[in-house]
Nanobody, 118 residues
Framework: QVQLVESGGGLVQPGGSLRLSCAASGRIFGLYNMGWYRQAPGKQRELVADITTGGTTNYADSVKGRFTISRDNAKKAAYLQMNSLKPQDTAVYYC????????????WGQGTQVTVSS
């Protein structure tokens, strides 16, 4: 059973920074992408950024130039460095592992709250 645990959320002032971490436990077979999604109140969950095993990254337009995703394959971990935070970045942030192959599967963490407010 794959489990994901996020950490690093909290309250930060506009313009501040936070670093989210995601640690996966359990066996993950084959190649997999890791990503961060977020969901604000009353809105749908949206992709923030994701990264392939080889390190290719993809970002939502709203966070380009401010957020950086990275991963450590040996630790089965992913990170999201968030700089120049804005109030509209306030949301619950979820880590996701998407396995590739014949039977793709998605695994989700429980989420961590990020609040950007003065």
């Amino acid at each position: 059973q794959v489990q994901l645990v996020e950490s690093g959320g909290g309250l930060v002032q506009p313009g501040g920074s936070l670093r989210l971490s995601c640690a996966a436990s359990g066996r993950i077979f084959g190649l997999y992408n890791m990503g961060w999604y977020r969901q604000a109140p009353g809105k749908q969950r949206e992709l923030v950024a994701d990264i392939t095993t080889g390190g290719t990254t993809n970002y939502a337009d709203s966070v380009k130039g401010r957020f950086t995703i990275s991963r450590d394959n040996a630790k089965k971990a992913a990170y999201l460095q968030m700089n120049s935070l804005k109030p509209q970045d306030t949301a619950v942030y979820y880590c996701c592992v998407k396995t590739l192959g014949l039977v793709p599967r998605d695994y989700w963490g429980q989420g961590t709250q990020v609040t950007v407010s003065s």
